[in-house]
C-alpha cells in the first residue's frame, strides 16, 4: 500500500482519486505507524513551507518521511512535497527543511506573474523510470511562487522556463518529486502516477 501523507495541507483527495483511476492502492494517512508500514510514500502539498514543516513535525511524521527514504523506500513528492526536500527556503525569512537534498527554495524575482500558474512545459534532463514514454518537453499543471535550486545538479529530471530556467522535476535513486501537479494534468500526469506504481510494485 502507498501511502499519502495528510500533514493538513494539500489536495490529498485529488492525489487518492488520480492513483485509483490507474488502479494503485494508494490511501492517505496521517498516522506515522502507517507511512513506516507503508510500501511507499508520497509527499503532496500547497501552501507554505513553514507550516508544512511545523505540520509534519506537530504530527510526528517528520521521522517517519525521512526514515521511509532512507530505507529506500519509493517516494514521490508532489509541489510543497517537493520543496520540502530541501535544505532550506527563504519563504518569510528562512525555514529549514528536511534536507533531504542540499540547495534552497527561492522565490521568483521575474517580470512574468507570480504565480506560476497553468500549463508549461519539462524538458527532460534524465528520464525517471516513472516517466515511462512520456514525451520531452510535454506540458504539465503548475501552481507555485517558489522553486528548488539544487546545490547538485545531478539530482535535476526536469527543467521549466518561466522568466528564469528551473528545477521542475527530480530524482535520484528512489525518490522522485515534481514541483508540477501530475494529479491535475489529465492523462500524462495520470501516467506518471501510473508509473510510480508500477515502480512500487518493481521495487
Known amino acids: 500500500m502507498i501511502a ?3 500533514y493538513g495541507m494539500g489536495n490529498l483527495r485529488s492525489v487518492e482519486k ?6 494503485v492502492d ?3 494517512t496521517s498516522a506515522p505507524s502507517v507511512v513506516d508500514d507503508a510500501t511507499a510514500v508520497v509527499l ?3 501552501g507554505a513551507f513553514r507550516d508544512c514543516i511545523r505540520n509534519l513535525t506537530d504530527l510526528s511524521l517528520t521521522g517517519a518521511v525521512i526514515r521511509s527514504i532512507q530505507k529506500g523506500k519509493p517516494f514521490l513528492g508532489i509541489c510543497l512535497g517537493l520543496q520540502v526536500l530541501f535544505s532550506e527556503s527563504e519563504e518569510f525569512g528562512s525555514c529549514k527543511g528536511l534536507d533531504i537534498f542540499r540547495g534552497r527554495v527561492l ?3 521575474i517580470e512574468e506573474k507570480v504565480p506560476h500558474m497553468g500549463w508549461n512545459s519539462v524538458r527532460l534532463v534524465k528520464r525517471p523510470p ?5 514525451p520531452d518537453d510535454a506540458y504539465f499543471y503548475f501552481v507555485h511562487s517558489f522553486y528548488v535550486s539544487p546545490d547538485d ?5 526536469g527543467l521549466t522556463d518561466y522568466g528564469v530556467t528551473f528545477t521542475s522535476m527530480v530524482w535520484k535513486d528512489n525518490v522522485f518529486a515534481t514541483q508540477f501537479h501530475p494529479e491535475k ?4 500526469g495520470l501516467k506518471i502516477l501510473r508509473g510510480f506504481g508500477d515502480f512500487v510494485r518493481k521495487a
Open 185 to 188: 494534468s489529465q492523462a500524462l
Open 26 to 28: 494508494a490511501r492517505v
Open 130 to 134: 516513472i516517466f515511462g514514454d512520456i
Open 153 to 157: 545538479d545531478s539530482v535535476n529530471a
Open 4 to 6: 499519502i501523507v495528510d
Open 18 to 23: 488520480g492513483f485509483a483511476k490507474v488502479g
Open 107 to 109: 522565490r521568483f524575482r
Open 44 to 46: 503532496p502539498g500547497v
